[in-house]
């Protein structure tokens, strides 16, 4: 498998922002320890062109099992905050980490120093920021690791997401950063404006724009919400290949990507 991963631009119109104001959000979901040049040099380089107004952070930068890669990961984010302000909510990979007394410690200490970097970690809460002017609000939903069991399912029902995160603020621009896609009819339910997903991997095999073959939870096949953009009338969800794997590195038809939204005030109130 070859070092590269794709630019996947995605185009937002939302009355929530007035018309004429224009803002581009760098989304990475999935890196998984992975490096693009030599401390990720060519990752920070790819940021730096691009000139996001935000970086999103979808979860699992980093392998459970490696330790080793919590020193890469804090580098890095320590070279994305210089270029935007940094949102980061956690995958299952990093509630791993900070769950296990093995790996606890050193998760612990990634986590302080990231922060002190100005890394806006988001666990079961929100941040309000002000861009050009603009208001917006940005969630990290951290799901409890039993919502990340493989062969089991266990329903997301409004009112956890509301204990866990409160409710959208209706005057404002709502981005929800949530590893799983499996609970995007609750996501979308809640309210976001904006979804932003990982976790799947584009499927492993991917079919086209929304279809892959398997989630980590290995059933079904054929998930929802397994890759690429949904949309209800004022909402939309991304879902992103990722850009890393674990274990078994397996892409077909399935490039890795990184998320890019452009986002526009003014249009109509349907997710386009």
Request: one cysteine or more; glycine letters at 8%.
């Amino acid at each position: 498998m070859t070092d590269t991963y794709r630019i996947k631009e995605y185009e937002i119109w939302t009355q929530k922002i007035p018309a004429g104001n224009h803002f581009t959000m760098a989304v990475i979901a999935d890196l998984h320890s992975k490096e693009y040049g030599p401390g990720n040099e060519d990752l920070i380089s790819c940021l730096k062109d691009l000139s996001p107004d935000m970086i999103l952070l979808a979860g699992d930068l980093m392998v459970r099992t490696r330790p080793e890669a919590l020193k890469n990961a804090a580098f890095l984010l320590r070279k994305m905050v210089r270029i935007a302000p940094v949102f980061y909510a956690y995958g299952n990979h990093e509630s791993r980490m900070k769950a296990s007394l093995r790996y606890q410690d050193s998760f612990l200490h990634y986590e302080e120093y990231v922060k002190r970097q100005g890394v806006q970690i988001l666990s079961n809460s929100h941040r309000e920021i002000c861009l050009k002017g603009i208001p917006f609000a940005v969630y990290g939903l951290d799901l409890p690791l039993r919502y990340y069991m493989r062969c089991r399912s266990y329903a997301l029902t409004q009112p956890a997401l509301h204990k866990a995160l409160g409710r959208p603020a209706n005057d404002v621009y709502s981005i929800l950063l949530a590893h799983n896609p499996a609970y995007g009819n609750e996501y979308f339910d809640w309210k976001a404006d904006l979804i932003l997903c990982g976790h799947y991997h584009g499927g492993v095999l991917r079919f086209d724009e929304n279809h892959g073959l398997i989630s980590p939870r290995f059933w079904p096949p054929f998930p929802p919400y397994c890759c690429g953009r949904f949309s209800r009338p004022g909402q939309n969800m991304l879902v992103s290949a990722g850009m890393g794997e674990h274990t078994v590195p397996v892409r077909i038809h399935n490039p890795r990507e990184m998320l890019v939204v452009r986002l526009h005030g003014g249009g109509s109130l349907i997710g386009t």
